[in-house]
């Protein structure tokens, strides 16, 4: 059954579309949304806080946006980083319409809009920004966690933005026992009342040289 909760896969909702003018990397820009999706009036303000808290996308390779809603996170990194890949995923095919409408509209060829399972299996990732649905659920929302936080490249960051009333300390003790090894978890930032959690992925340690012995 067809449900009208912003990560339904088919929101039940009319498509209606909006015009909405919202600050963007640096700029006001005019960008389309409709109901059924996260946030349809207004850059959410824990979104504004992970874009305020976060440094400049790598300038190429493969950049994630989890859960990209309309896509106000894809389309900063995709105007930061024109020579990178976006990818911008979500589960909601309307969201995933929106993105592609608005980058389009914004002249910008670098966003991938796909489901989760579109995605494929040996992409990599520079790095990961997120506002992630915790409305979902911990269970869901760990198992989200874990099948893509796994795919950051070496050396490479995953930026989440979490309200601090929906459990973003919990969630950040929980990310320090899940990717103990190989990666750090800490608090980057903080703000109206959301964290910025940040997880590292580290590099792998040179090997040691062998001894042959004989
Ligand atoms: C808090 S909203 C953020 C939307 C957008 N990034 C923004 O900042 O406005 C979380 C998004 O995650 C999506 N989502 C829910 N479950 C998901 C899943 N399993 N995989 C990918 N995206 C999912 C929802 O549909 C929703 O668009």
């Not at 960008?31 to 349809?40: H, K, Q, Y």
Request: charged content about 25%; proline content about 8%; aromatic content about 6%.
């Amino acid at each position: 059954m067809a449900s009208d909760h912003y990560f339904s896969a088919s929101p039940a909702s009319a498509e209606k579309l909006r015009r909405i003018r919202v600050p963007l990397h640096g700029r006001e820009r005019e960008v389309t949304t409709a109901g059924g999706v996260f946030s349809p009036d207004r850059l959410d303000a824990g979104t504004a806080v992970l874009l305020a808290n976060t440094p400049p996308a790598p300038p190429g390779g493969n950049l994630l946006d989890l859960g990209c809603g309309w896509g106000p996170v894809a389309l900063t990194l995709a105007l930061q980083s024109p020579h990178a890949t976006i990818w911008a995923v979500d589960v909601n095919e309307r969201a995933l319409d929106l993105v592609r409408r608005n980058a389009a509209e914004l002249g910008l060829d670098n966003v991938n809009a796909r489901l989760p399972e579109d995605v494929p299996d040996d992409v990599r990732f520079r790095s990961i920004r997120s506002n992630p649905p915790i409305r979902v659920g911990k269970n869901e929302l760990h198992g989200l966690l874990e099948r893509w936080i796994p795919r950051l490249d070496e050396r490479s960051d995953a930026w989440l933005v979490v309200q601090r009333n929906l459990g973003s300390d919990s969630l950040q003790r929980w990310l320090a026992a899940t990717f103990e090894k190989g990666f750090s978890v800490h608090r980057a930032a903080t703000g109206r009342g959301y964290r910025v959690l940040k997880v590292r992925r580290h590099g792998t340690p040179p090997t040691a040289p062998v001894d042959i012995v004989g």
